[in-house]
């Protein structure tokens, strides 16, 4: 027999390292899930034109995650600005003016506290709803029936979702941006003794514009992500009822993970 | 005219198809028998472009559908009408508007036509005035019912059957026989049905393909069937039909 032709016995499991196998595994199955979602969002952009014909999904998408969200987020947003605006009071000491609690408020909830926290809440309540949506279709061949009927799911499914986030989000973060500064108000005057001018004015000195456009663009970037993660998870779900629960789980882990990086991304380079 | 050629197809490292092939002709029922799990249902979705195969070809009046873009694709699937196993009724819309559907999306329809259509088709499947209920209000043959209008509504020239009778008591299953016999004689299409239910395939087949481990044992009308030498074709038949059945042969 020739030399090269011999094969030497090797016990593979006993002298292989377990733990690359396992990252080779994840790798693989990490770059294949971002390949695919980045080839549906290449499938919505090119079929933009036929999403047009379902323009009244996405009318009936807005009402779902806007009006349906409206008030979790007005009930979060407010109690927010009470909070930051009772521990902003509580963190000062006696010679600095009052009214700088006023400006520590709308300065947090307007970059930070409001998109964030909307944007947590809405990552397991929208994101959530559309995966388990989704899902639930898939497993019991509705979408499979919608490609029968000759419609392009993705455009009648996926893409109303997406847009009406993209808007949605903004519209329920401008609203809670000014439940917030109420909390806020409501905060200083009822439990931290502050007048309501001092409030005011403290919020007038430091109240730029920009903060408010930032937060909406973050808005916008988190209504993005959290729909298109949720119907990614959603559409390509796999495994019967075990799967939906599964794949919406996993919806609101994944978006919020990406919400908090996204947020820290987007401050590095807009501020 | 369907042609199913050499099909291979494999899920997560599973053979399912090992090369089936048979044809179905114009304006007749081929009923696709085998074992549960034996890739039927895959089959049907292949035809329509929904799974694609390995290997093989499926043509559909000669054109190709493994080699078809989307576009191509989606005008194909107005020649057809799906009976899903499930039905898949979309659950938030009334039975109405389930019909209605492909009517308003994919037809130049008038409202009135619409809902004259839709009264057609539930008049066909026996389900009148039933459109304003929800799918969740309705049994599992009420269900298949409505599926069965939903595809038919735009009048296709051909129609696939994923299990019609499975989960069915024997009367509702007989119901869809006879419907499914009707459509045929009246709209005149061809038909594919896929089960595991004999006594239903011999009431609404032509001709039968038989399959097992993922490839065609043997094509043929009824007798032909029944008659086989195959050894596997009759232990499949024996296995699956009652002997009242066989008697009556």
Known sequence: MDQTEQTIPMPVEEYSFP?????????????????KYVSL???????????????????????????????IVVFVSTFVGMVTSVQSAYQLY????????????????????????????????????ITAE???????????????????????????????????????????????????????VTISNISASAFISGMKGSFEIWDGVFGIIKATFFGFTITSIACYQGYFVEGGSEGVGKATMGTVVLTCLAVVVMDFVLASILL | MILI??????????????????????????????????????????????????????????????????????ALRFKFGFLFQGAALFDSMTVGENIALSLRRNADFAKGDIND????????????????????????????????????????????????????????????????????TSLGVTSIVVTHDIHSAFVVGDRFAVLEKGATLMTGTREEIQNSENEEVRKYINSSISPSESGHA
């Open chain 1, 19 to 35: 733990i690359f196998s396992v990252i080779g595994r994840r790798s693989e199955a990490f770059f294949t899930h971002l390949g």
């Open chain 1, 41 to 71: 969002l290449w499938w919505i952009v090119r079929n933009l034109s036929n999403a047009r014909k379902y323009s009244g999904n996405i009318a009936q998408q807005m009402v779902l995650i806007g009006n349906n969200s409206m008030l």
């Open chain 1, 94 to 129: 006696a010679w600095i003016p009052r009214s700088v609690v006023g400006s520590l408020v709308i300065k947090s909830v307007l970059l930070e506290l409001t998109p964030l926290l909307t944007a947590l809440v809405l990552a397991g309540k929208v994101g959530a709803t």
């Open chain 1, 134 to 188: 989704l899902g639930s279709m898939r497993v019991t061949e509705q979408v499979d029936a919608l490609e029968a009927l000759a419609f392009d799911s993705v455009s009648f499914l996926i893409t109303p979702r997406i847009v009406a986030g993209i808007i949605m989000f903004p519209v329920l973060v401008v609203f809670g941006d000014a439940m917030a500064v109420l909390g806020g108000l409501f905060g200083a």
């Open chain 2, 5 to 74: 050629e050499n099909i291979w197809k494999q899920f997560s490292g599973k053979q399912v198809h090992c090369g089936i092939s048979f044809d179905v002709r114009d304006k007749e029922t081929l009923v696709v028998l085998g074992k549960s799990g034996g890739g039927k249902s895959v089959l049907l979705k292949m035809i329509i472009g929904l799974v694609k195969p390995d290997a093989g070809r499926i043509l559909v009046d000669g054109k190709d559908v493994v080699q078809m873009t989307y576009p191509q694709l989606r």
């Open chain 2, 117 to 184: 259509r839709i009264d057609y088709a539930l008049h066909i499947v026996g389900l009148d005035h039933v459109d304003h209920l929800m799918p969740s209000s309705l049994s599992g043959g009420m269900k298949k019912r409505v599926g069965l209008a939903r595809a038919i509504a735009l009048t296709p020239r051909y129609m696939l059957y994923d299990e019609p009778t499975t989960g069915l008591d024997v009367a509702t299953a007989d119901g869809i026989n006879l419907l499914i016999n009707e459509l045929r």
